[in-house]
T-cell receptor, first 111, second 111 residues
Framework: DAGVTQSPTHLIKTRGQQVTLRCSPKSGHDTVSWYQQALGQGPQFIFQYYEEEERQRGNFPDRFSGHQFPNYSSELNVNALLLGDSALYLC??????????FGDGTRLSIL | QKEVEQNSGPLSVPEGAIASLNCTYSDRVSQSFFWYRQYSGKSPELIMSIYSNGDKEDGRFTAQLNKASQYVSLLIRDSQPSDSATYLCAVEKAAGNKLTFGGGTRVLVKP
């Protein structure tokens, strides 16, 4: 039974570019959340998707957007990349009110 | 005041001893509490969840919750070098809601 899978594992971009990160939830999970984790800090909530709609959003600018597909997979898009966007981006999935399980993350580096 | 606070450590513990980690949270309406373990360069892994006051034991791990004091702790008994990691405390205000993380406590278990 595959857990939460994310792609790509690593990505290098330059300032001003756009990036798309992908996440497939654990089998049976229908809710996907995205978190940003800067080096040495705890993860920060970006947004949560359920039934293809954004249900909650953290304190992130509109440059951060997302999407959930009918198969529950999700994408995180970041436009106009800044140096400060360099971080580990984590996807977490859950079913109902069960605890969230995290994928291995995408390490994004901005040059 | 941060919503979830942890001592960043490092907490140095001899092999076989008990590691005691603490976490405080600011929002009294918080309902669910989690401990995640994160190895360097890896994603957070759920090790304990606790929802009501008191103790919850799972193997070598015990979580303790005191909602009146807004305090949650994690005890690791018979600490092993493989327990060396960063331990993240996470709080959920309502079931199915976002997770708010502390900054993590780094634990070093020395042989």
């Amino acid at each position: 039974d595959a857990g939460v899978t994310q792609s790509p594992t690593h990505l290098i971009k330059t300032r001003g570019q756009q990036v798309t990160l992908r996440c497939s939830p654990k089998s049976g999970h229908d809710t996907v959340s995205w978190y940003q984790q800067a080096l040495g800090q705890g993860p920060q909530f970006i947004f949560q998707y359920y039934e293809e709609e954004e249900r909650q959003r953290g304190n992130f600018p509109d440059r951060f957007s997302g999407h959930q597909f009918p198969n529950y997979s999700s994408e995180l898009n970041v436009n106009a990349l800044l140096l400060g966007d360099s971080a580990l981006y984590l996807c977490a999935s859950r079913s109902g009110n069960q605890p969230q399980h995290f994928g291995d993350g995408t390490r994004l580096s901005i040059l | 005041q941060k919503e979830v606070e942890q001592n960043s450590g490092p907490l140095s513990v001899p092999e076989g001893a008990i590691a005691s980690l603490n976490c405080t949270y600011s929002d009294r309406v918080s309902q669910s509490f989690f401990w995640y373990r994160q190895y360097s360069g890896k994603s957070p892994e759920l090790i304990m969840s606790i929802y009501s006051n008191g103790d919850k034991e799972d193997g070598r791990f015990t979580a303790q919750l005191n909602k009146a004091s807004q305090y949650v702790s994690l005890l690791i008994r018979d600490s092993q070098p493989s327990d060396s990691a960063t331990y993240l405390c996470a709080v959920e205000k309502a079931a199915g809601n976002k997770l708010t993380f502390g900054g993590g406590t780094r634990v070093l278990v020395k042989p």
